[in-house]
Structure formats: C-alpha cells, structure tokens
C-alpha cells in the first residue's frame, strides 16, 4: 500500500532526526505493508520551513541508501503545506512548494484549533489552477470535531482530506477513532496515511488501521483508499464518491 504523508526525512523537522531514524521508519513501514512513501516534510509551519530543494535532496538521499540496504521502499517527494492565503500563486511560480509526487494534489495542513477564514476562496483558486487540495488529519481539528458540516462544505466544492492511521486505530481516543470512520463512511475523507514521525509514539500503525477499517466498514473500503492513494501516486484523477453529512449529536446547553 502507499503512505502518503508521513516525516520519514531526516533533519528537517519533527520527524526522524537522522539517516538511522529514516532507515528504521522505512524498515518499519515496509513490515507494515507499505511499498512506497510520499515523504512530506512540514512547510510554512511556525516551527519548520523546508522548500522544495531541501526535500528533493532529502529524497535523494535517503533512496540511495534504501538501495544501498536492499529495503524495498520507494520515496517520493511531497511537502505538507500550512495553510497560507497566496498559496494558489506561490504554487504556479513554483521554487518553493512540492505537490505530492508532482501530481495536481496538494496536502494542506489547518491550524489544529480551527478553520482560517480564507480557506474557502484558497480552495477555489487552488481547484480553478488544477490542484486538488488534500486536508491533512481533519480528524485532529477542533473546529471539524465540533462541526463535521464545515469540513462537509470544503469536500462537496472538491477538496479531498486523509486521516491518520493512527486515529483509525483508536491511538488518539475512541472520539477521534469514531470521527475519523465517520468521515470516511461518508466520503469526506478519501485516504488513510501514516503521518508516522518515529517507530514509536507517532509510528505506522497501519496493520492495525486496516484491520479496524475493514471491520468496521468492509473490505471494498480497505480497496477504495488503497486505489485512491495509487491515483495521487501516479498523478491521475479520481472519481469521488459524493459525500454525505453527517449527524452529529445536538448539543442541548453546551451539554453532549
Ligand atoms: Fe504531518
């Protein structure tokens, strides 16, 4: 299968601190079934800045030594973009930001408290240029979390979101677990990634994953992502399933 966000380069943010880390998260996505990596460095973020030099060299450079060690991973180039408002224009005068595998899709990453304001206009120019925004974990942001309607709203006028393998295991909290199979029972999520940053507390989960999805929501589910994730791969575009709201408990005096 194929991860399409995850911080397995070294040296550039919270992810692996070093080619030793990389190795063991590439050793550790294989033993979890996955073939091939997007590596998607934090960008724009308050604490990280990596342009798309930084990455395609990062990329480079952990290939050859994923050959060198005869660990049967591909790594591909990606960049996990922080929301900012000239992102549509930045991305056509194109030195600074990496789509996913030089596809038309682009992971944006929120805030985790809330939606910015802009995000509505952003997406439309992104989706008029021909890029297809990708929401990195909706799942772990609070405005979504109180109000699935907002993040319905940004999928029906074509935004595609992941959630992190991590919270479909239940890693993040049985609320997080629940909210994250919602949004994919319903088509406002259309990928599961590992967004792992180490092998141990944010590692790939993703046998465990899986295993819940395909419980929960079927094999045809498990087949659907894994299918949608090689389409981002390899740059072609997907046909969406409609997505549907969600009903969510009311809130009766700010009481759930
Ligand atoms: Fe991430």
Redesign the pocket.
């Known amino acids: 299968m194929i991860d399409i ?1 995850s ?1 397995i380069l070294h040296g550039l943010d919270d992810g692996a601190k070093d080619l030793s880390g990389s190795i063991e998260m590439a050793k550790q996505a294989v033993a979890e079934g996955i073939t091939a990596v997007i590596a ?1 460095p ?1 960008h724009r973020h308050p604490s990280y800045t990596n342009d798309k030099q930084s990455i395609l060299k990062g990329v480079h450079e952990l290939s050859a030594e994923l050959k060198r060690q005869n660990i049967a991973l591909d790594i591909y180039p990606g960049q ?1 973009i922080r929301l900012f408002g000239e992102m549509a224009d930045v991305l056509d005068h194109n030195e600074e930001l990496l789509t996913l595998n030089n596809s038309e899709y682009v992971l944006v ?1 929120f805030p985790s408290s809330n939606i910015p304001k802009y995000t509505e206009q952003l997406f439309y120019d992104l989706l008029v240029k021909g890029y297809t925004p990708i929401i ?2 909706p799942e772990r942001n609070a405005e979504i979390a109180e109000n699935t309607d907002k993040l319905y709203r940004l999928i029906k006028n074509g935004a595609l979101s992941q959630v992190t393998a991590a919270s479909v295991a239940g890693l993040f909290g049985k609320k997080t677990q629940k909210l994250s199979l919602d949004l994919l029972e319903h088509n406002q999520a259309h990928f599961v990634a590992s ?1 792992a ?1 180490n092998i141990t507390n944010r590692g790939c989960v993703w046998k465990q994953a899986m295993d819940k999805l395909n419980k929960k929501l079927g094999s045809d589910m498990v087949s659907l992502i894994d299918m949608q994730a090689q389409d981002v791969l390899n740059g072609r575009s997907m046909k969406i399933l409609a997505p549907e709201r969600i009903q969510q408990r009311k809130r009766l005096f700010g009481i759930v």
């Open positions: 966000h911080h998607t934090h996990e990453e990195a974990h967004d940053h």
